[in-house]
């Protein structure tokens, strides 16, 4: 059973602009779905070959991500800033609100070790965080 440790616990957050939460090992890659795909390529008006053969990872059969490259994310700068963060996905606009991040406070407390906006800043609203968890969800 999974505890509704956000419902109980005020929880706080703000993004220092790190970048650590675009980074990760070599398994992982950033949720993107066709529309979210289409949405960045747009916006970076390139051809849809480009935009697969660059940018893209397929995971399984029926699963494509933004692929990590050198354990950053394909968009990340040097400087740690998103290239597309005005249509990033639906992940990463939701970070940290991910079910598995506010299940538990095992779990808050573990990915506060990895991002350091993390119980900085105010209090986010609940309305906030489960509006977050929905996008997250569908």
Known sequence: MTTEFHKLTPLRFQCTGCGVC???????????????????????????AWF??????????????????HGRCVFLDDQRRCRIYPVR?????????????????????AEARRCEGINRGTQVPLTKIQAALQRKIR
């Open 22 to 48: 675009c980074t990760g090992d070599a398994s992982r890659y950033v949720e993107a779905g066709p529309q979210e795909q289409e949405t960045i390529r747009g916006f970076l008006n390139i051809s849809r």
């Open 52 to 69: 697969r053969r660059r940018y893209l990872t397929r995971v399984d059969a029926s699963t494509e991500g933004l692929r990590l490259a």
């Open 89 to 109: 996905p639906v992940q990463c606009r939701t970070y940290p609100w991910w079910p598995e991040v506010v299940a538990s406070s095992a779990s808050w407390r």
